[in-house]
């Protein structure tokens, strides 16, 4: 195994081999092959995260999974145990690279053009076999979108693959990411569609100015450099019309009357080692492979019967995990907060609870609440934020957490919130 490294330094994202400290410990994430799980795994990280962290463990927006308050001592044996179960890279930087999202639905979603689960695989095993994309960013990401009911549209990527077409005679748009959305290049083949996108990650390289450069960060000249570098691979093609961002699809997933898969939401992305045991087991009961993880912070497994869904819906409800998709608490992101977070010393998601019995009254289908300005558990606008100032919370509307809050509320009078903006 190889030594500990740890960060400290903002605008990076934890991983196995480098994990980070946090006011509750070492934060160790863990990202899932192809974005999903066996049952057996979640178990094991389960009970890593009692016998090793604090037993919390959080769903991130980036579709993986992390254990919280890790000891130092305890990484040697915890990275032991992931490499047994097949979930520990070879090194940190070639984990950091593996940055991969997909279609959580992928293979079960009955409205997909495609399955995507291939062009997943095959990105990832590039990126790990390929040393010289090493040199890629720690955040730079791949989204891979079937185009099903569940959109990734909304989730930012470097370099974005998403079906277009027919089931049968699909192919696949290839894009990246610019200041003001997706620029779409072209479109290639499925079958040759993983390595056109390996093919931009190698011409980003060859013209980023530094490691630390995203690829909407790129000077218009880079860009167009870029652009003339690969497009010459692909078919034209026209302007794609994106969906809108939606909240996580929750409970049922249905195809006409046949239920194809379930759905629960983790409050703020938090459960405990034992919520997950329960869930584990009671999946791999009921005859559940694999569960999907998402962006949303929710779970997804796929269903042969309603009897199938209807139990394990029972299960994550009695978890006390989403399962109604008109619940408030979807509406609303929220970062850790104190004591977890060094950063802050507000309780966020005891803020945020506060805030969704009068969402609607404010108007907001979207909060975010943060305890410092990185904004760490949204990076979009949201309808209404509260940022932690001090010993109160900064108040901005349609916007993030790095904006100039347009007034100031005490986390004793967030009740009087609707009355404040209104006089503001």
């Known amino acids: 195994m190889t030594s500990l490294a740890l960060k400290s330094a903002r605008g990076w994202c934890p991983g196995a081999w480098r994990p980070m400290e946090s006011g509750d410990g070492l934060i160790v994430r863990v990202r899932p092959r192809v974005g999903a799980l066996r049952p057996s795994e979640l178990e094991t990280i389960a009970g890593m995260a009692e016998r090793h962290g604090n037993g919390l463990v959080d769903l991130t927006r980036r579709a993986n999974i992390q254990l919280r308050g890790v000891k130092t001592e305890s990484l040697g044996a915890l990275w032991q145990e992931l490499a047994q179960i097949g979930l520990l890279d070879e090194s940190a930087k070639a984990e950091s690279v593996r940055n991969v999202m997909l279609s959580p639905l992928a293979g079960i979603d009955p409205h ?17 076999n390929d040393e010289a994309l090493r040199l890629l960013p720690a ?14 549209d909304d989730e930012r990527a470097d370099v974005r693959l998403k079906a277009v077409g027919e089931s049968g005679t699909a192919m696949v748009a290839i894009g990246v990411d610019r200041p003001d959305g997706p620029a779409w290049l072209g479109l290639a083949e499925p079958a040759v569609a993983a390595g056109m996108a390996i093919e931009v990650a190698h011409a980003y390289l060859a013209v980023a100015p530094d490691a630390h450069c995203q690829m909407r960060d790129l000077s218009d000249a880079a860009w167009r450099q870029l652009c003339g570098s690969v497009t010459s691979s692909l078919a034209p093609m026209t302007a794609l019309v994106e969906k809108r961002a939606q ?16 759905g629960f939401a983790a409050p703020f992305g938090r459960l405990d080692a034992a919520t997950l045991q329960r869930l584990a ?11 999907r993880l998402s962006p949303w912070r929710a779970l997804y497994v796929g269903v042969t019967c309603e009897k199938t869904a209807s139990a394990i819906i029972e299960i ?81 509307r ?27």
């Open 281 to 291: 087991i009671g999946a791999a009961s009921l005859g559940v492979d694999e569960f």
């Open 112 to 128: 997909e053009i495609l399955d995507v689960r291939p062009l997943a695989r095959e990105i990832e095993e590039r990126l790990a």
């Open 139 to 152: 955040k730079f990401g791949f989204v891979v979108d079937g185009g099903g009911l569940l959109s990734l």
């Open 316 to 396: 994550a409800a009695r978890a006390s995990l989403i399962v109604d998709v008109d619940d408030p608490l979807l509406l609303v992101d929220a970062c850790p907060g104190s004591p977890s977070c060094r950063s802050t010393a507000l309780d966020t998601r005891a803020a945020a609870r506060q805030l969704v019995p009068i969402l609607r009254q404010l108007g907001c289908r979207t909060a975010h609440v943060s305890g410092c300005a990185k904004g760490c558990a949204r990076s979009k606008p949201a309808d209404l934020v509260l940022v932690g100032v001090g010993d109160c919370f900064g108040v901005l």
């Open 247 to 262: 909240r996580a699809m929750v409970a049922r997933i249905a195809d006409g009357g046949a239920v194809v898969a379930a």
């Open 398 to 424: 349609y916007d993030t957490a790095r904006g100039s809050p347009r007034t100031f509320v005490p986390p004793a009078s967030l009740s009087e919130l609707p009355e404040l903006l209104k006089n503001s």
